[in-house]
């Protein structure tokens, strides 16, 4: 059983929104850094978002007021809303502690074209 599962990954058109989710099999309740990470084809994994365990987000430069992550540690979920979707965010959305930790879970594939 993967210690991660992401979900919510589908088709958009730009300017779209999705709503990713990670369910994890276990408390989250002590784990400080929860994140979202993304890798492109040919390039390596890069952090896109943190929620620490008070919910104070952290976001690369990139993607500053399109995206917002938050936890519900009651479900062991991590989410990450985008909007204004770009073709640029077509990657594969992964996500893990920060400092990663768990093995890589499948990831969910975000699509953004016309």
């Known amino acids: 059983q993967l210690p991660l599962v992401e979900s919510g990954g589908a088709l958009v058109q730009p300017g779209g929104s999705l709503r990713l989710s990670c369910a994890v099999s276990g408390s989250i309740f002590s784990i400080d850094g929860m994140a979202w990470y993304r890798q492109a084809p040919g390039k390596q994994r890069e952090l896109v978002a943190i929620v620490y365990s008070g919910g104070i987000p952290n976001y690369i430069t990139s993607v500053k007021g399109r995206i917002t992550i938050s936890r519900d540690n009651t479900k062991s979920t991590v989410y990450l809303q985008m909007n204004s979707l770009k073709p640029e965010d077509t990657v594969v959305y992964y996500c893990?502690?920060?400092?990663?930790?768990?093995?890589w879970g499948h990831g969910t594939q975000v699509t953004v074209s016309s």
């Open positions: 893990n502690t920060q400092p990663q930790f768990w093995s």
